[in-house]
């Protein structure tokens, strides 16, 4: 399955994003699915993952609180809604398939040996 994230954009302080997660090729549904970030200048970072049966949710710190991730299967898509956005959030976000490893109460770990990140989608917050 081939993923593309999408849905990023410019927003200002304090606004709010819906990235999307879309497949092609196969179906979401029994995939552990990360959203992930990386800013200029700066490593590659995990945002938050659910789990296959979409029975367990994780965010990192930073955006606890003020992003959902959640799936629609019958889109083939996961979303990660981000609500009260700060200039910190600003970074290209990508989308990944994980094995569990990756995606626990311990963190989102980003999957160094995946290569199917595509371009991602750039969230620029201005303040």
């Known amino acids: 399955v081939q993923l593309q994230a999408s849905g990023g954009g410019l927003v200002q302080s304090g606004g709010s994003l819906r990235l999307s997660c879309s497949a092609s090729g196969g179906t979401l549904d029994y995939y552990i699915i990360g959203w992930f970030r990386q800013a200029p200048g700066k490593e590659r970072e995990g945002v938050s993952c659910i789990s296959s049966d979409d029975v367990n949710t994780y965010y990192a710190d930073s955006v606890k609180g003020r992003s959902t991730i959640s799936r629609d299967s019958a889109r083939n898509t996961v979303y990660l809604q981000m609500i009260s956005l700060k200039p910190e959030d600003t970074a290209v976000y990508y989308c990944?398939?994980?094995?569990?490893?990756?995606?626990?109460?311990?963190?989102?770990?980003?999957?160094?040996?995946?290569?199917?990140w595509g371009q991602g989608t750039l969230v620029t917050v201005s303040s």
């Open positions: 990944a398939t994980l094995t569990d490893r990756y995606c626990s109460d311990r963190g989102i770990v980003v999957p160094i040996e995946y290569d199917g």
